[in-house]
């Protein structure tokens, strides 16, 4: 039989235009579809909000089609080139029919692949624009294992070059030196960019070439300490083995924390992510600072005082912020950090509508977890839900890498969303505690909570619509992924040089309720021993020996003025917090904090809450975008000042906890005894009147600091929570 080999010229015709018309076939079926079953990620607006941004929505969409095209073809045309060059060896059929099949399964078996290596190793990158019931990927999943996935690459790796090599041979033997050439050149190109596009770092095993000198230099007690700062958004404090939590979570943290100083009461004064980040960073009570939601004004970005990373840039220090989608803050409100690796503002609708539909977005998922991703598609690389857990730290011990060849002091914060909702985590973390008969729709992430409103309908049902143990247990494998990437990276920072010259302080924003108090989420409720409002704190610094646990009450505004103090800095005056180096050097020093605390934005009624309580519109009324052109969701104007109002507030000690919570009827006041009653069901308001008198002096002296409280006092100097109109309410009973 005589062999077919096709002119050069004709082949690469074939070739480009079979892929170019697969490359459209399924961009069209994917823009069918999401065009169909049109769905995007973020909050929902209101009808007119959404119709002005039609136009862009569009753009994003056309944008999205376009990269679905060119990932299409560039696959297609591999499967084509592949079909082509076995002609020649099994005498196969040229026309292009033949040719735009063989594209299309090209595409189909890589999308697969990929749709099965993620559903094993990172099943929230599927999951997260799925619509269907997870449940029933669990036959499919049960079938997966890295060998067997590691099995079929590599079969599939040994058929594609062995066809390859064969073809190729066929052309040369048959002095078809053009076209072998050409094969070649397209292999080495494909090569090339699956390479570079594989990993989302450069540099997964980083090693960095330290000199004598270099080491020498580093230990230098002279040069200013390093500072990097470890956070995970949404982290329990109790889950650390300092708090004899029942499963063993935390083995590096706990190692660090036999080294260093650990504060047991640590508080944030707003359980959520912007205001807390921003608090923390400014040291400064939210009412100072301004951020009060997660939505704050554009004007709010530029922050109106100092803060710790601007005091360290004019020390001569290199800041650098590393997050994924949780610590979008860390850029969008201006703390001046110089490098910052991390997405923009999250809470953007022009940003949400670049991610797409459901179900574009889920087939380029599939190809942005990567560099290219990054690189290209950041809003997908960046998507809420999907863990970056790996990256972040691969990243941060390549930046350590970095500092270890520099004279300049750094300051690295290092924020991710390993503990956040919906408790994704990479493989095997997801299924580490979850029982072998789980059959729910739980097995890999939280689910039916991808959007606020899903959050609101099932908060209102109670724990009974949560399934509230598996969730518990996938964020419990979140914790010891982000403590064992802890560990890798405290381990670089040896292998740098850098760790005698290093503090560490590992921190959290805010950690999280599952019903202990009656409420889910963080920020919603004051009420009991604040399951979200109490945060790890750890402070190693390595130039101290000494190490035990202050079971005093911090606060995570006292953060920035005690890296000051270590650093030898002075604070901002206009920081509220103060300096817990007292505590670090001598564990019987007396602090006699305070803590300040307020509720967040809610998204719906909290379960529990008083029947009168203040309240205002759901979040579809309350958001707006006042800039069209930046696109920046914000909370309307003419509620704001209703949003703060209507905040719980409290103050606290290591004993005591006053709660004041605003009524249509006035102010109620409960006072607690979380000694005896850590649950808070015993109000003591009325029969500890001195206790209650003393906490209720500081509450109302930061009420009345807070500018938009202020403007609603009859008599701001007796700042009470209340207008004319409305008394003095101790407890529920009075009402």
Known sequence: MMTLILPLSLQIQLNLGSSALVGVLITSALLYFSVRDHTRTGPRVKETIAQHYRGYALFALARLGTWSFAIAFFLASAGTSLYLLAIPIWGLSDNFFALVLSGVLSVGAVTAYLFTYYLLHIPSLVLSSARFRFSRLTPVWKQLSPLRLRAFFWLSTLSIGGTSIAGLYQLLHHGHWGTACFYCLQGGIYLYFLNWARSSSSCQKVKSPITTSQTSHNRDQDKPPNILMIGADTLRADRLGAADYVRNLSPNIDELTERSISFSNCYTPLARTAPSLASLLTGTWPQTHGIRTNYPYPEQLKLPIDNLISTLNEAGYTTTAIADWAGADLGKIDFGFQQRY??????????????????????????????????????????????????????????????????????????????????????????????????????????????????????????????????????????????????????????????????????????????????????????????????????????????????????????????????????????????????????????????????????????????????????????????????????????????????????????????????????????????????????????????????????????????????????????????????????????
């Open 342 to 735: 991390l997405p923009k503002d999250q809470w953007n609708l022009k940003y949400l509508l670049r991610q797409g539909p459901a179900g574009i977005r889920l087939f380029l998922s599939l190809f942005c977890h990567n560099r290219f991703g990054k690189k290209y598609l950041p809003e997908l690389y960046y998507l809420a839900g999907i863990p970056l857990t790996k990256q972040l730290f691969s990243d941060t011990r390549e930046l350590l890498s970095e500092a270890a060849r520099s004279e300049t002091p750094f300051c690295i914060n290092l924020f991710t969303a390993t503990t956040h909702v919906p408790f994704g985590s990479n493989y095997p973390y997801y299924d580490l505690f979850t029982p072998r008969d789980y059959s729910g729709d739980s097995q890999f992430i939280m689910t039916k909570l991808a959007s606020p409103e899903e959050i609101i309908e099932k908060q209102e049902l109670g724990p009974e619509a949560f399934d509230v143990p598996q969730i518990l247990n996938l964020y419990d494998g979140c914790v010891v992924q982000f403590d064992d990437e802890i560990g890798k990276l405290l381990s670089h920072l040896e292998d740098c040089n850098l760790a005698d010259n290093t503090i560490v302080v590992i921190y959290s924003d805010h950690g999280a309720d599952f019903f202990e108090t009656g409420s889910w989420g963080q920020g919603n409720t004051l009420m009991g021993n604040d399951p979200s409002g109490r945060v790890p704190l750890i402070i190693h610094d390595p130039r101290q020996q000494q190490a035990h646990v202050v079971n005093q009450t911090v606060r995570t505004i006292d953060i920035a003025p005690t890296l000051l103090e270590l650093l030898a800095l002075p604070p901002s005056k206009t920081m509220d917090g103060r300096s817990l180096v007292a505590a670090m050097n001598d564990p019987r020093a007396q602090l006699s904090l305070f803590a300040y605390q307020e509720t967040g934005l809610w998204l719906g009624r909290v379960p529990g809450a008083h029947p009168q309580h203040l309240g205002y519109p759901n979040l579809l009324e309350l958001l707006d975008i006042p800039d069209k052109k930046s696109g920046m969701l914000c909370i309307k104007p003419e509620f704001y000042s209703r949003v703060v109002e209507a905040k719980d507030r409290s103050v606290r000690d290591e004993r005591w906890k006053l709660i004041a919570m605003p009524t249509e009827i006035g102010v109620i006041y409960r006072l607690y005894d979380l000694e005896k009653d850590p649950s808070c069901t015993e109000d003591l308001a009325t029969s500890k009147i001195e206790i209650f008198d003393k906490l209720k002096l500081k509450l109302d002296a930061l009420i009345a600091a807070d500018p938009i409280m202020r403007n609603t006092f009859i008599n701001p100097k007796k700042a009470s929570l209340l207008n004319s109109h409305h008394p003095i309410v101790k407890n529920v009973s009075d009402a």
